[in-house]
């Protein structure tokens, strides 16, 4: 592949809600094996910024099951637990920018000033000026414009966005006083150097709004590459919110070909009873993410359901 950057920098930054699950296993092996292949390094970051929906031993567990997997990382593991006051600086860069506004609307306020014909929830700026309750716990927004925000996706094609009109001034700072996931992915990409992000579609929306936040702060762009999600038989994502079955760790090889096959490459049948160095050594060789297609397969065709 050509037109990967000299210096490739890939992640895998999970969220520690619960183990490793087909699902994950998937953007684990993706993003892996897309930053090994053009001979960069691959970091593990941990998404410890919701208190409230993490499990605790869940992070462990999940860079067990990485290695278990046979997926290596370079460096130290970051977690976000430890990174609030770059989080907080450039909160106070946007509000030097004049680029974020305290807002205390309710989901309902939200959802019952709603554009017509909206599919998802659109921010209306009901705050912009000044928030709707007084003394009332506040989140902090960041503006948007709808100037248009586009980028070419390596497998979903061109993606264009006018942000203020199709998700309108989204949250930085959430009323509990949390970080928000946009923010903390942003900051946190930039400070480890990644070059490429390679995750599920599932974050393919929240792409522009990672990019508005890029550009407002000055930070370099990225590439992106989002795959395919693996869905259950009632074509919801695999999650730990839907309980999906964590990985057994004992059938490491035989989960890492699935994933392969989720991901359009064609492992040999022999690959389904090799050992997990035999399954990596193809992989390394073979991996072409431009057979990686779709937004979504039932993971069950793999093997990957529970
Ligand atoms: N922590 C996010 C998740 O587990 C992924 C973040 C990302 O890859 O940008 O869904
Ligand atoms: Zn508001």
Redesign the pocket.
């Given at each position: 592949m050509t037109d990967l950057p000299q210096n490739y920098r890939g992640?895998?930054?999970?969220?520690p809600?619960g183990p490793l699950h087909f699902g994950?296993l998937i953007?684990a092996v993706g993003s892996y094996l897309d930053a090994r292949c053009s001979g960069g390094e691959w970091l593990v970051r941990i998404?410890d910024i919701d208190p409230p929906r993490e499990k605790r031993g869940a992070a462990y567990d999940i860079l067990k099951s990485l290695e278990v997997h046979g997926m290596h990382w370079s460096g130290d593991v970051l977690y976000q637990s430890t990174r609030s006051s770059a989080y907080e600086e450039a909160l106070e860069r946007l509000d030097v920018l004049k680029a974020a506004y305290p807002c205390t609307c309710s989901r309902r306020d939200i959802s019952q000033n709603q554009p017509d014909g909206s599919e998802r929830l659109v921010y209306p700026g009901t705050c912009r000026e000044e928030p709707l309750r007084r003394n009332a716990p506040a989140a902090l927004r960041v503006l948007t414009t709808d100037t248009p925000i586009t980028f070419n996706d390596r497998i979903q094609g061109e993606v264009t966005v006018a942000l203020e009109s199709e998700d309108g001034d989204f949250v930085v700072r959430r009323k509990d006083g949390l970080f928000a996931?946009q923010l903390a992915?942003v900051i946190d990409?930039e400070a480890q150097g990644i070059t490429d992000?390679v995750?599920?579609v599932?974050?393919l929306d929240?792409t522009p709004r990672?990019i508005h936040l890029q550009n407002l702060l000055g930070l370099r762009p990225l590439r992106y590459a989002h795959l395919p999600i693996a869905v259950d038989r009632d074509g919801h994502k695999l999650s730990k919110q839907t309980r999906a079955a964590p990985l057994n760790r004992r059938h490491a090889a035989i989960s890492v070909v699935r994933a392969l096959r989720f991901l359009g490459q064609q492992p040999p049948d022999e690959l389904q009873h090799a050992g997990l160095e035999d399954v990596w050594q193809w992989a390394l060789e073979h991996w072409d993410i431009n057979r990686v297609t779709g937004s979504q397969h039932p993971a069950s065709v793999f093997g990957g359901a529970q």
């Open positions: 992640r895998f930054a999970p969220s809600t994950s953007a998404e996931y992915v990409d992000v995750r599920g599932d974050l929240s990672q």
